[in-house]
């Protein structure tokens, strides 16, 4: 991925937004705290940084402080690195004169974020191996072994057994028409990502997820979770409510729940309450809508967003922890049935000659 910005190139986006955009902001809230001015932190880590797209970045940064520019100006200039959330903070803190402050919880804010997600993938890299490792043993036992059972099994002259027969034409079709199976599945996945990129398709598809047994709870849990450590943050950061349900709606990741939550902004911009906005919408729990309006009462309503996020972050802990144990038994037995399957299939009829023979 790349960036052009003042006619140079910015490459890495990626490496940047996972290594290199915590450490800024920590140390960019470190040296602000510690008295350092603005324009002297960014320098110290234009000078100390490694990453040879990030300098460019802070360089740009650099010169548009120089210029009298607010930070916020200068981050708006990398959309992909510093989203509208990320700025809007900066913004509001540069406005409440809490920058520093802000660039904290920013800080604490993207390392949970960051947190959240490796925890979701480490759960879901086992079970993604082993099936992975599964589909090609069978692949290659299909492709390269079928075949030469099929040719010791044609010697017989006896019909072959149900299941032996089925994978002897399924290893046919496979060696025979190769090209036709992956133009299909080439045409197949094209297919689905332009379906995908309309709007029907992706709430259409967004909302299947949420459907799954198991997985679909748990994405809700990561999304509302995710929603309310943003808003809170924003909140306490001075943005207004509109803007920030604006900014947290589009993050999310899911578009029927960006749907709700934009849905409920127009309400509340109509002078309904939050808690009555959220009201009623089907993919955002009780619990939540019910600690929002116990906010609103007691006009914390940051605190109770916080308490949520905490919530559902044990709760989303505690989902992947017992989604791993149950993975390891239900990839076992799938092994069992899949590769084992194929074995007693291409061995069938040698059995059934022993029995031939020995009558």
Not at 185 to 206: E, Q
């Amino acid at each position: 991925m790349e960036k052009r910005v003042h006619g140079q190139r910015v490459t890495g986006v990626r490496q940047i937004l996972k290594k290199e955009l915590i450490p800024f902001t920590r140390q960019m809230a470190s040296m602000l705290n510690a008295g350092i001015s603005v324009l002297v932190s960014i320098c110290t880590l234009e000078e100390q940084c490694a990453h040879p797209g990030f300098k460019i970045v802070l360089k740009s940064l650099r010169e548009s402080i120089e210029s009298g520019a607010p930070v916020s100006d200068g981050l708006r200039k990398f959309p992909r690195i510093f989203d509208d959330m990320y700025v809007n903070m900066v913004a509001a803190g540069e406005k409440s004169g809490q920058f520093a402050s802000i660039l904290k919880r920013l800080a604490i804010m993207l390392d949970s974020s960051a947190r959240l997600v490796r925890k979701v993938k480490s759960a879901m890299t086992y079970p993604t191996v082993v099936l992975g490792m599964a589909l090609v043993i069978a692949a290659g036992l299909i492709t390269f072994i079928v075949p030469v059972f099929a040719d010791m099994f044609s010697s017989f002259g006896k019909d072959l057994p149900g299941p032996t027969q089925f994978l002897v034409d399924v290893s046919k079709l496979i060696r025979t028409r190769w090209y036709v199976i992956i133009g299909v599945v080439v045409a197949t996945i094209i297919f689905f990502k332009k379906w995908l990129s309309t709007p029907i398709g992706r709430n259409k598809f967004d909302q299947f997820k949420l459907n799954l047994p198991i997985f679909g709870p748990l994405m809700q849990k990561v999304a509302v979770s995710r929603f309310c450590h943003l808003f809170a943050q924003m909140l306490t950061s001075g943005v207004p409510i509109l803007d920030a349900m604006q900014i947290v709606g589009k993050s999310l990741g899911n578009k029927v729940m960006e749907d709700a939550i934009l849905s409920a902004r127009k309400s509340v911009e109509q002078g309904n309450l939050l808690s009555s906005a959220l009201e009623g919408k089907a993919c955002l729990p009780i619990l939540m809508i019910r600690m929002i309006a116990a906010g609103e009462k007691s006009g914390r309503v940051d605190e109770m967003l916080d308490n949520v996020a905490t919530t559902y972050d044990d709760e989303v802990e505690n989902m992947l922890s017992t989604l791993t144990s149950l993975m390891e038994p239900f990839l076992m037995v799938f092994l069992g049935v899949v590769i084992g399957g194929i074995v007693i299939s291409m061995f069938l009829p040698i059995f059934k000659l022993g029995s031939v023979v020995g009558g």
